[in-house]
């Protein structure tokens, strides 16, 4: 066998290989986000299977009841814009910082969070993951700032690696598993506490009774101040406007 090890595909995709897939999937967008002065995310999550409101096409296999969420996709535009918009003049606050979208690259929310940020003129990060149905990377997202995983473990890590707020709009249950791991994170002290939205009071406050949780003493009564509630993209900008500001403010102050 005279095939360099690294470039053995058979090796590399093979069990005893595993941990250097891992790792790969640490290193690379490290050092992609590192070159470009990528240090700041807010990060959007939401439904894959939400349409958007200019979809050509109707797929008869789509919910009807998913036509009444349209309207969310049209608010993560927005929201995502406007955030954007501001992201510009983040680095002359914040110097040697940038702040920018990211999604987790497929359809729907997350479509709508990299369009938004392509319509405001500003680039998104996508950070996609490799299924064999739903989910591929949209159109809006950019190519030196998009990836694709493998591992969720590692896709989950740099959604927080960078984060500095998050916002869910409504979701199935990947959306779900993001916003509980997220507060799970930061009840715990794992990430360090950053604004976290969830966007849809309606939606939120019908599927999920968290202070029901409080009640029977499954959480604390604080745990219900770890996320808010925003029902306009501009109420949400405003919003993390407020609270990263505030919090880089504290950390660039901090001398370590």
Known sequence: MTELAFENKDFLWGDEAGPVRILSEYLHPKAEFGSKGITDTVVVFGSARIPSFDSKTQDSNVHPGLENLTRYYKDAVLFSSLLTQWGHEFESEFHGRSLHICTGGGPGIMEAGNRGAK????????LNIVLPHEQHVNPYSNSELSFEFHYFFMRKLWFMKLCRGMIAFPGGFGTFDELFETLTLVQTGK?????????????????????????MGLISPEDLDLFAFADTPEEAVQYFKEKIRLELTKKLGTKT
């Not at 319509?119 to 996508?126: F, L, Q, T």
């Not at 990430?191 to 029901?212: D, T």
């Open 191 to 215: 990430k360090s506490r950053i604004p976290i939205l969830l966007y849809g009071s309606e939606f939120w406050k019908k599927v999920i009774n968290f202070q029901a949780l409080a009640d």
């Open 119 to 126: 319509e405001a003129g500003g680039k998104s990060i996508a």
